[in-house]
């Protein structure tokens, strides 16, 4: 089977392969919109399958994966920030509190399509103004839902206490990953 991971992300990239598959990446244009009333929990699941479904028809040996991860706190989704100012508020909202990173996955044949959320627990320390610009400036977490990475100087230096999957936190739930394509 020929695996194809729908994602331009870095780091999705890193993992997949750091997990031994061989894979194409495919892009996927996709508005990635949600519905009004969805549950929080519900969100990364809907986005990765939204993805998924919106991918050309897949051939007979082909498996595709797709993903999403969303950020939330006090019952409110933190998606990717519009700009600096944004991610500050982020920031500054995420500083002091624990939140909840959901991260979706969807592993799609031509037969059947498979869709599973990691959820993790995270608590960050106190992050001070200047902190968060020097964050902002250096590492431009534009790109991240939450407007962080884990694995860069705001997760080294702020995060008090994790509950879950570090690399569901990544943006891949390796272990959900390997455990569903081994079945395939």
Known sequence: MKLLLASQSPRRKELLSSLGFDFEVVKIDCEEILPENIEI???????????????????????????????????QILGKPKNEAD??????????????????ITIKTLSKTIT???????????????EIDFYI?????????????????????????????????MGLPTHLVYKILKEI
């Not at 809907?46 to 040996?61: G, I, P, T, W």
């Not at 080294?156 to 879950?164: C, D, N, T």
């Open 87 to 104: 991610a500050k508020k982020m920031l500054q909202q995420l500083s002091g509190t624990t939140h909840q990173v959901y991260t979706g």
């Open 41 to 75: 929990g519900e969100a990364a699941a809907y986005l990765s399958e939204l993805k998924a479904n919106a991918f050309r028809n897949l051939v007979d040996d082909e498996v595709l994966l797709t993903s999403d991860t969303v950020v939330a706190i006090d019952n």
């Open 137 to 169: 400036k250096n590492y431009k977490p534009f790109d991240k839902a939450g407007s962080y990475g884990i694995q860069e100087w705001l997760g080294m230096a702020k995060i008090k206490k994790l509950s879950g999957s570090y690399y569901a936190i």
């Open 116 to 130: 599973e959320t990691d959820v993790a627990d995270v608590e960050l320390d106190e992050i001070s103004d200047e």
